[in-house]
């Protein structure tokens, strides 16, 4: 299954209309992403990607909703644990959801 997911933008490297770029936070795992479609996007916003491609912004209760859906399906498995999930050694451990 694809899916885009919202990330929230950490940092942004200028470029041309092309290659402008950013570092986007995933539930607290970072990765490069291209920021071309989404000439509005500012440090701070929330951004959904798709391949790494910033597809379009979002606010951060959408965001919060979505990343939500996604624990609840399992499917943020490959991003790495929820931060609630990680203990102080950053060794992954059970938190009880309630």
């Given amino acids: 299954m694809c899916l885009a997911i919202p990330g929230k933008i950490l940092s942004i490297t200028e470029g041309d209309s ?3 770029a950013g570092r ?3 539930g607290g795992v970072v990765k490069e992403v291209n920021l071309a479609f989404v000439p509005e996007a500012v440090v701070g916003a929330y951004v959904i990607v798709h391949v790494g491609v910033a597809l379009s912004t979002v606010d951060e209760e959408e965001a919060n909703k979505v990343f939500e859906y996604l624990r609840q399906m399992e499917e943020l498995s ?3 644990p929820h931060p ?3 203990g102080e050694s950053g060794d992954r451990e059970r938190v009880k959801r309630t």
């Fill in 18 to 20: 092309l290659t402008r």
């Fill in 24 to 26: 986007v936070s995933f």
């Fill in 78 to 80: 490959e991003l790495g």
């Fill in 84 to 86: 609630r999930e990680v």
